[in-house]
């Protein structure tokens, strides 16, 4: 259009300006008299010119401000339908506002049960146990509630922006330019028409959606802002408590008090809110327990193997030599696992962390049953059912006479429990000398709970209490937890003590002799953490120490915590101890080079490239983690490639050799190969060099670079079968027919040699001093074959001699021998 513009003015210029100059020419060949005559009638002349002109050049630019308005009219139509037909896709996706509008009613029965016995049905006096579960239940609430508000927010910006979008295709101007051409403006309307009936249901289905997200936002953020100052409050009731734990709360025990809520009522809500804080902590720690049951399993599996391997050794004569660990090894992972890795749970509730210790406590009861003497295993009996009932009283969550009554009966079945084992335990042996303290502690704090409990101190008598029989069961486990942990090592250190050291190597003696104080301090550490949770003092002294380690610091623009440098670091470590791991079950004594039937097993070179993601994955992780943006990674990836430029190009290429090899498998572990003239297996393939184990017993370490750069023999790299050629000479005169008889029954008869393909004789040579033949046939593995080849050299020294065929001396050795045989005569 604007070049069609730009040409009609073209043609107009050079039309008038060549009209012009054709009238001045004229004008000079006339007379001067008739001058004026003749410039009136130019001028007229130019005059019309110039009207036609400008006319033309109106039309030109009207017929191109015409079509740009209908190339708009086009473009805003388009997209008008475009984003009607967004409109529509988005709306029929959607949210889950039933879902929503469900799980905000479950929200407000959960909130209903969370507030029982603290805003409402409440006592004067709050109680510790009710005042934490509640907590984490609308803490939970308020993180799911959160949640939707964030889903529905992001919903509502969208929908929002299609409104916008609307509204401003809806005011373009170019939409309201009539065309003046009747047919043009007829089919103009009708799709206009149309489109507006689309755009006007968009807008209505729009708005309505609008309208029921800002509802479901309203009703959201008022339950958010519900439960954000129920949190408060609570906060609140834990600080006043906290504070005036040694106050007396209710009157002293004797004096009955039979107001309050029933007893049954107190029971009932208690079991709601435990199971409600149960389900919701279960359902947000689902990897860390899936974590533990895998360790679980991997544990059990080593446990097992290592059992297997010391009983082909012949370590265990009999069943009853075995140790604890070996007897049950899913029990002894179940209490090793728990008892370790229950410090990774962020703030577990009571009832949580309560049954791992349920769980491991029944494991640890059958894995010593037929142990311990008689008298400390009923001991432990009566211990675990005092615990268990002292687990019970615990999720009771509301005050009452009843109750106190129960925590007085459970104290005095403590003490006597502890002062009755105490003096008889003194005449039976006992083989944990730790053990007499927890009793003793056990007995001192269910005496502070009497008391406390006697004279009103009902939150304070509680704590003690649980914190005794707690102590107690905690503290069995954790020594039978470092005992198990020695006898596994222990006996690893037998089962492993002539492991590679080269793929992977843990010296389990010295760690099995030396490793039990530093366990014994780590996990003594840990029984004070758990006993110190049931006290405020504790969170008093460690709230400062989690504050410094997760408060921000900066350097320059860049913003860490020393809690996520000390997660980068743990990440790193963990998956590396996590890549030798694996190579110690994928390698050594988990597997062989080959079998008699050429099956080899292990995952080889597999092994490289787990090794390689896990190492990957660790990194990345650990970047992720502690919080540092992964550009940094690829600053630090391009200066270790100016590195490599300058001094690493050896150390790069065994890596990705070693890399080659891996996707290639050119060669495996457990193959017998032939480098440089040497020959042995391949034991391992490592991130820079591989190791060859040669016949004589050493070890051959080799870069992979090399590996790939020398002319390598892979003797079994398709097929473990091997030929073997023996040369024997007989003398001149010997028949032959009988010598390749004698051979061809010979190795038929031995059933090392394969049947398929046959073995055969075959006559070489006439040389100068003997008939040379041949002997070719097949054994079914590299490793058989030289053992094969002696044995049947010597049958056929056998039975040559045994048939008088001679093997004569070569020529040049006999000339030598007779030459000898002379000068000594």
């Known amino acids: 259009m604007t070049n069609f513009l730009f040409r009609t003015i073209r043609f107009i210029i050079v039309t008038i300006l060549f009209f012009t100059s054709f ?4 004008q000079t060949k006339k007379n001067v008299k008739d001058t004026l005559p003749a410039l009136s009638a130019a001028d007229s002349f130019n ?42 896709n988005y709306l029929k996706r959607g949210i889950d506002s039933n879902g929503i509008n469900k799980e905000l009613t479950d929200v407000m029965q959960w909130y209903e049960v969370a507030n029982d016995a603290v805003f409402v049905n409440a006592d004067s006096v709050q109680t510790q146990r009710n005042l ?3 907590l984490s239940i609308l803490r939970e609430l308020l993180s799911r509630t959160t949640a939707r508000d964030v889903t529905l927010e992001d919903y509502h910006k969208v929908l929002i922006g299609f409104r916008n979008d609307l509204d401003s295709l809806g005011s373009d101007s170019s939409l309201y330019n009539m065309p003046t051409d009747t047919v043009v403006l007829q089919q103009y309307l009708r799709q206009v028409i149309t489109l507006s009936a689309d755009m006007g249901n968009a807008e209505n289905n729009l708005n309505q959606s609008i309208t029921s997200v800002e509802d479901l936002q309203f009703q959201v953020r008022f339950m958010m802002n519900r439960l954000a100052s129920s949190i408060e409050e609570i906060k609140l009731f834990q600080q006043k408590l906290n504070r005036n734990m040694s106050r007396r709360e209710f009157a ?10 029933p007893f049954k009522d107190i029971l009932g809500f208690s079991l709601k809110k435990e199971k409600l804080v149960l389900a919701f902590y279960t359902l947000n720690h689902l990897g860390k327990i899936a974590t533990i049951i895998f360790l679980i399993l991997l544990l059990t599996y080593f446990l097992r193997s290592m059992k297997k391997h010391l009983k082909t050794q012949g370590y265990f004569n009999n069943q009853q030599q075995l140790e604890s660990v070996m007897r049950f090894p899913l029990l002894s992972a179940i209490l090793i696992i728990i008892s370790i890795f229950q410090f990774i749970y962020p ?11 349920t769980i491991s406590a029944l494991a640890l009861t059958i894995i010593f049953w037929n142990t311990i003497e008689k008298f400390w295993r009923n001991a432990w009996l009566i211990a675990l059912v005092l615990f268990i009932g002292a687990y019970l009283e615990n999720m009771i969550l509301q005050a009452s006479q009843p109750e106190r009554w129960i925590m007085f009966a459970l104290a005095i079945a403590g003490i006597g429990f502890s002062i009755f084992t105490l003096y008889k335990g003194k005449k039976i042996s006992l083989q944990e000398k730790g053990l007499p303290f927890f009793i003793g502690f056990l007995g001192l704090m269910e005496f502070i709970s009497i008391l406390t409990n006697a004279f009103g101190r009902y939150n304070l008598a509680k704590s003690f209490l649980t914190s005794g029989f707690f102590s107690l069961i905690v503290g069995v486990l954790l020594i039978w937890t470092v005992r198990l942990i020695n006898e596994a090592l222990s006996l690893a250190s037998e089962a492993y003590k002539d492991q590679d050291k080269k793929v992977v190597y843990i010296n389990f003696e010295k760690v099995g002799k030396r490793v039990s104080p530093v366990f014994y301090l780590l996990l003594t550490i840990g029984w004070l953490i758990l006993f110190g949770r049931n006290f405020y003092a504790y969170k008093i002294m460690t709230e400062p120490i989690v504050d410094f380690l997760s408060m921000e610091r900066n350097i320059g623009s860049n913003t860490f915590t020393i809690q996520s440098i000390l997660f980068f670091f743990g990440i790193l470590i963990l998956s590396g101890l996590t890549s030798k791991i694996v190579s110690f079950f994928a390698s050594g004594n988990f597997h062989s080079p080959g079998t008699a039937t050429g099956k080899k097993t292990g995952i080889g070179s597999w ?29 630090i990836l391009g200066a270790l490639s100016v590195g490599i430029g300058f001094g690493l190009q050896t150390l790069i290429n065994n890596l990705v050799s070693g890399l080659i090899i891996a996707f290639e498998k050119p060669i495996n572990v457990g193959d017998i190969v032939e480098i440089g003239g040497r020959t042995g297996t391949m034991k391992s393939i490592g991130f820079r060099s591989s190791v060859v184990s040669t016949p004589d017993g050493s070890d051959v370490i080799i870069p992979n670079g090399e590996l790939l750069s020398q002319h390598l023999i892979n003797w079994t790299m398709t097929d473990s079968r091997r030929r073997v050629n023996i040369q024997v000479g007989v003398a001149y005169g010997s028949n032959l027919e009988s010598v390749v008889k004698a051979l061809q029954e010979l190795m038929e008869a031995d059933d090392r040699i394969l049947k398929f393909p046959a073995p055969s004789v075959m006559v070489k040579e006439f040389n100068s001093s003997s008939i040379d033949l041949s002997l070719f046939f097949w054994v079914g593995h590299f490793n058989t074959a030289f053992q094969l080849k002696s044995d049947m050299m010597l049958a056929i020294d056998g039975k040559f001699k045994e048939l008088g065929i001679e093997i004569p001396f070569p020529q040049q050795d006999l000339h030598i021998k007779t030459m ?3 000068g000594g005569g």
């Not at 703030?347 to 210790?357: C, L, S, V, Y």
């Open 23 to 26: 009238t001045v020419v004229a």
């Open 47 to 88: 005059l019309k010119l110039k009207q036609l002109a400008e006319s033309t050049l109106t039309k030109s630019v009207k017929k191109f401000e015409t079509g740009r308005t209908t190339a708009k009219q086009t473009h805003t139509l388009t997209e008008v339908r475009k984003t009607s037909q967004k409109i529509i």
């Open 820 to 822: 000898v045989k002379d």
């Open 252 to 261: 002293n025990l004797w004096n009955f008090d039979t107001t309050g809520r």
């Open 347 to 357: 703030d577990p509730p009571f009832i949580f962390i309560a049954t791992g210790w």
């Open 132 to 134: 934490a579960t509640s």
């Open 607 to 635: 092994l490289l490239l787990i090794r390689i993601a896990i190492m990957s994955i660790g990194v990345l992780f650990a970047f992720a983690v502690a919080g540092i943006p992964l550009d940094k990674l690829a600053i």
